[in-house]
């Protein structure tokens, strides 16, 4: 299993452009969730999907979008980048019922110049 | 004040020593998660509990739901332990199982 697979690990984005950063997972987990990570704050959430077809807001999701159109891959895509969205990006998933961990991708570092 | 907090922010110790990291939280969770994040920034689950005490290896994680309180112990601890350790929670009230993040505790481990 590869678990949860994102894409790229290191992005330089100049102001305004755009870009997707990719999450794959291959355990049938079906939430799937993206959080930024900002030094010295607590990873915040962006958006949430509860399954395919299916997603929602977070604390943070002014700027970017998402979509889930299967159960494995779980997009965001940054609109406009600013330098405010100079994050590193966690994708996670995990089943809906209780007992089961979260599983995480290795992380996006995105700069925005 | 934050859902989640964490103590200390910080952490240098002595290859060997005991080693705890605190976790408090503010309202009614259903499981409290403890993850570790290695330079280069990968994030792993240690342990997922919601009631009790969890061994594995050197680590130990306790929980006292009374007391909105966790903590995370390290056992003869070893520089390959230096990490950033982040505790989690999920909000009882919360939807889709997502986590609110203390802001981690950055643990050294001196040879």
């Known amino acids: 299993n590869a678990g949860v697979t994102q894409t790229p690990k290191f992005r330089i984005l100049k102001i305004g452009q755009s870009m997707t950063l990719q999450c794959a997972q291959d355990?049938?987990?079906?939430?799937m969730y993206w959080y930024r990570q900002d030094p010295g704050m607590g990873l915040k959430l962006i958006y949430y999907?509860?399954?395919?077809?299916?997603?929602d807001k977070g604390e943070v999701p002014n700027g970017y979008n998402v979509s889930r159109s299967t159960t494995e891959d779980f997009p965001l895509r940054l609109e406009l980048a600013a330098p405010s969205q100079t994050s590193v990006y966690f994708c996670?998933?995990?089943?809906?019922?209780?007992?089961?961990?979260?599983?995480f991708g290795s992380g996006t570092r995105l700069t925005v110049v | 004040k934050n859902e989640v907090e964490q103590s200390p922010q910080n952490l240098t110790a002595q290859e060997g020593e005991f080693i705890t990291i605190n976790c408090s939280y503010s309202?009614?969770?259903?499981?409290l998660h403890w993850l570790q994040q290695h330079p280069g920034g990968g994030i792993v689950s240690l342990f997922m509990?919601?009631?009790g005490k969890k061994k594995h290896g050197r680590l130990i994680a306790t929980i006292n739901i009374q007391e909105k309180h966790s903590s995370l112990h390290i056992t003869a601890s070893h520089p390959r332990d230096s990490a950033v350790y982040i505790c989690?929670?999920?909000?009882?009230?919360?939807?889709?199982?997502?986590?609110?993040f203390g802001s981690g505790t950055q643990l050294t481990v001196l040879p």
């Open positions: 355990m049938n987990h079906n939430y």
């Open positions: 509990l919601s009631s």
């Open positions: 996670a998933s995990t089943h809906a019922g209780r007992g089961y961990g979260y599983t």
């Open positions: 989690a929670a999920h909000i009882s009230s919360g939807s889709a199982r997502q986590l609110t």
């Open positions: 999907s509860v399954g395919a077809g299916i997603t």
């Open positions: 309202v009614g969770i259903s499981a």
